[in-house]
């Protein structure tokens, strides 16, 4: 299986900040990378695709980089509702599997 | 607007079958992969597998001796069978539908708790 690591597991942040997530694969997934929002209570909502391609209706302040084994996402100016968890997620090879969740707390 | 919706019973008895159905709605089932994936209290997402429109089918090597995933597109519905469940496949279990050319999973359900207890 192809193993997911995000860092931080947690960060805490302002309204107005930037804050940047990473994602790294334990193999070359190329850019089948997506990322996810989920709020307590929700299901997952999805950002972004193919590491960088916002999901239709997503703000653009949510961007992603990265290919290989490295990838980021960043909210360039947190807003109020961005406060959730975010997951990577590879869709390269199967199983398709998740990084562990980095929740964005109010500071 | 497609929309996905999870049924079945809340509590299983450790040993039985665990068996849940996603209703979808607002688009055809064709093209597509159907999924169910499943989260645990306090851990990540875990996929346990996909069933296409043509019948095939692909699981979680960790669930697969256990798991049925199976199609009826005249209700259009999927199913989830995991049989022999443990405490350990208490979650919140999500059925959802990968995006175009990827899979990404760009519609969920609302997802539905499911706990393994006697």
């Known amino acids: 299986d192809v193993q997911m690591t995000q860092s931080p597991s947690s960060v805490s942040a302002s309204v107005g900040d930037r804050v940047t997530i990473t994602c790294r694969a334990s193999q070359d997934i190329g850019s089948w990378l997506a990322w996810y929002q989920q709020k307590p209570g929700e299901a997952p909502n999805l950002l972004i695709y193919s590491a960088s391609t916002l999901q239709y209706g997503v703000p653009s302040r949510f961007s992603g980089r990265g290919s290989g084994t490295a990838f980021t996402l960043t909210i360039s100016s947190l807003q109020p509702e961005d406060f959730a968890t975010y997951y990577c997620?590879?869709?390269?090879?199967?199983?398709?599997?998740f990084g562990q969740g980095t929740r964005l707390e109010i500071k | 607007q497609v929309q996905l919706r999870e049924s079945g019973p809340g509590l299983v008895k450790p040993s039985e079958t665990l068996s849940l159905t996603c209703t979808v709605s607002?688009?055809?089932?064709?093209?597509?992969?159907w999924s169910w994936i499943r989260q645990s209290p306090g851990k990540r997402l875990e996929w346990i597998g996909y069933v296409h429109y043509d019948g095939s089918t692909n699981y979680n090597p960790s669930l697969s001796s256990r798991v049925t995933i199976s199609m009826d597109t005249s209700e259009d519905q999927f199913s989830l069978k995991l049989t022999s469940v443990t405490a350990a496949d208490t979650a919140v279990y999500y059925c959802?539908?990968?995006?175009?050319?990827?899979?990404?999973?760009?519609?969920w359900g609302q997802g539905t708790l499911v706990t393994v207890s006697s």
């Open positions: 959802a539908r990968t995006c175009t050319n990827s899979l990404c999973y760009n519609y």
């Open positions: 607002g688009g055809s089932m064709s093209t597509y992969y």
């Open positions: 997620q590879q869709a390269h090879s199967s199983p398709v599997t």
